[in-house]
């Protein structure tokens, strides 16, 4: 038997993109906390911009189109090399700061400013 012609027809694949978000959000969620010296948030503000930033990036991947077609671990691999560039925020630096206005997301300023580490006490 010969099969002349035969055409793989491309597979659609269902993405639960409830989950992809959860994962998503646990890598890049995991990165931030991991470069924060304290391992957590100094507040809730902090939380939510973190988490305004994290949904931002994952909206714009997710209208990039470019999850559709990737398996799982295709996809997972993209969530690791998605690198958002979160702030440092004063409360842990102990570096040159720029001081932004998360709420109306604009940079109060132009002077970087220095900030001394955090003493524990």
Wanted: aromatic fraction near 12%.
């Amino acid at each position: 038997m010969y099969f002349i012609g035969v055409m793989k027809l491309p597979v659609k694949i269902e993405i639960d993109y409830e989950a992809e978000a959860n994962t998503f959000f646990s890598i890049q969620m995991a990165r931030y906390l991991g470069s924060r010296p304290s391992g957590r948030f100094s507040g809730l503000p902090e939380y939510d911009a973190v988490m305004d930033m994290i949904k931002d990036a994952w909206i714009e991947l997710r209208a990039s189109g470019i999850l559709n077609s990737l398996s799982p671990h295709g996809r997972e691999s993209v969530y690791y090399t998605t690198i958002i560039c979160f702030p440092t925020f004063v409360a842990d630096s102990g570096l040159n700061c720029i001081p932004v206005d998360f709420v109306a997301k604009k940079r109060i300023g132009r002077d970087i400013i220095a900030v001394p580490p955090a003493q524990n006490d």
